[in-house]
């Protein structure tokens, strides 16, 4: 079992991939890792010696100042040298370097020369090293106006402000869970040569998309979804992604339940529960007074539950969260709750009558990666 730290745990990237490590207990150890560690030398080396695995993710990408996030990095990543030299530990680090590295500026500069240093500190002491040159990264619980533009955009239309473009540039991207599959492969693979520092791995970019054409596709999800609960085409993975990224900005706490419109005349009611632009899996259940379901969460997948009969009560809590967020569902007023991935979920009969929930998954991926952990809410 191989025992990981992550610079920048608590940062877009490193929170994706230190949830990810946890759904691999038995091949992965996580070591915790704080930013305060940064000004504290002897828990820095403590962890470094924990480490067998460090992913240097800490860096600060914005300041008004470009001069403080240049020393800022470069003096991260001397920390990190002087702290394993200290300690003689030689852990396999993989630094996230930018494609920024090329550009005339101080941010790329920071991420080229911490690379090199890092290089170096590996060459000196045959200790094993990859640099990562990484495309813009986009998903869920990025934060906006730091992260990426794609956060940015989600945050504003899901809080009913005016997104600006500034520059109608092409983006390249990728998505963070694929990132994160592409650091794993790297964790693992032990086969590259240990003296192989000079050639960074730059990682391809998935998608392509003018800043306009990316705020157009938020801005229809944003109209269709927040009116009529509607799920956009979902075909490629590039949209999925970004549905997905788009539910997590959702305030849920005052946007659901969502209530659907009842028709009633005399010969009964009629709801429409979900439209969808695409396919996917819906399936119904009942469930007798006082039993919980669920309790189960996806990293993938978005998930409707709709209460059409009896009441009920669902509860949501973000991974690596206390919070606990609570709906109460009644069938006599039909309504939804959609599901943010990385949300532990579940969905209880609080009534004394069979309840009935009607669910919708968008079941886009192979049947033998059926993308469920359990945990409980």
């Given at each position: 079992m191989?025992?990981?730290?992550?610079?920048?745990?608590?940062?877009?990237?490193?929170?994706?991939?230190?949830?990810?490590?946890?759904?691999?207990?038995?091949?992965?150890?996580?070591?915790?890792?704080?930013?305060?560690?940064f000004q504290n030398t002897n828990t820095l080396n403590e962890f470094v010696k924990e480490c067998d695995v460090i992913v240097h993710l800490a860096a600060?990408?914005?300041?008004?100042?470009?001069?403080?996030?240049?020393?800022?990095?470069?003096?991260?990543?001397?920390?990190?040298?002087?702290?394993?030299?200290?300690?003689?530990?030689?852990?396999?680090?993989?630094f996230s370097s930018s494609t920024q590295e090329e550009r005339d500026n101080l941010y790329g500069k920071s991420k080229k020369e911490g690379r090199a240093l890092l290089?170096?500190?590996?060459?000196?002491?045959?200790?094993?090293?990859?640099?990562?040159?990484?495309?813009?990264?986009?998903?869920?619980?990025?934060?906006?106006?730091?992260?990426?533009?794609?956060?940015?955009?989600?945050?504003?239309?899901?809080?009913?402000?005016?997104?600006?473009?500034?520059?109608?540039?092409?983006?390249?991207?990728?998505?963070?869970?694929?990132?994160?599959?592409?650091?794993?492969?790297?964790?693992?693979d032990h086969q590259s040569p240990i003296t192989d520092y000079q050639s960074p791995i730059t990682i391809p970019h998935t998608s392509t998309i003018k800043v306009s054409e990316l705020l157009s596709k938020l801005s229809t999800f944003k109209t269709n979804y927040f009116e009529k609960g509607e799920i956009p085409s979902l075909i490629s993975s590039f949209d999925r992604n970004l549905f997905?990224?788009?539910?997590?900005?959702?305030?849920?706490?005052?946007?659901?339940?969502?209530l659907l419109k009842k028709n009633t005349d005399n010969r009964g009611s009629f709801v429409e529960i979900v439209k969808l632009n695409s396919g996917g899996q819906v399936s119904f259940s009942t469930t007798v007074a006082g039993i919980t379901r669920g309790n189960h969460f996806h990293t993938r997948k978005a998930e409707r539950f709709a209460v059409i009969k009896g009441k009920a009560l669902i509860e949501l809590r973000r991974i690596g969260s206390e919070e606990i967020l609570s709906f109460e569902l009644d069938g006599e007023n039909p309504s939804f709750v959609d599901?943010?991935?990385?949300?532990?979920?579940?969905?209880?009969?609080?009534g004394e009558e069979e309840l009935y929930t009607l669910f919708w998954i968008n079941e886009h991926f192979d049947t033998n990666d059926p993308d469920t952990y359990f945990e409980t809410v």
């Open positions: 191989l025992k990981i730290g992550i610079t920048g745990q608590a940062g877009f990237v490193g929170t994706h991939l230190f949830n990810t490590l946890g759904l691999y207990p038995e091949k992965f150890i996580r070591i915790p890792f704080k930013d305060e560690f600060m990408n914005r300041h008004n100042d470009a001069e403080v996030i240049y020393n800022t990095n470069i003096g991260l990543v001397k920390q990190l040298i002087a702290a394993c030299e200290t300690t003689a530990a030689k852990p396999h680090i993989l290089e170096e500190w590996a060459a000196r002491n045959h200790a094993r090293f990859t640099g990562l040159v990484i495309p813009n990264v986009f998903g869920p619980f990025g934060n906006p106006y730091y992260n990426s533009v794609v956060a940015t955009f989600c945050h504003q239309l899901t809080h009913n402000e005016t997104p600006r473009i500034d520059v109608d540039g092409e983006m390249k991207l990728i998505y963070v869970g694929e990132l994160v599959e592409i650091i794993l492969m790297q964790i693992t997905i990224t788009f539910l997590c900005y959702i305030d849920h706490r005052k946007f659901f339940p969502f599901m943010p991935v990385w949300y532990t979920h579940n969905i209880k009969n609080a």
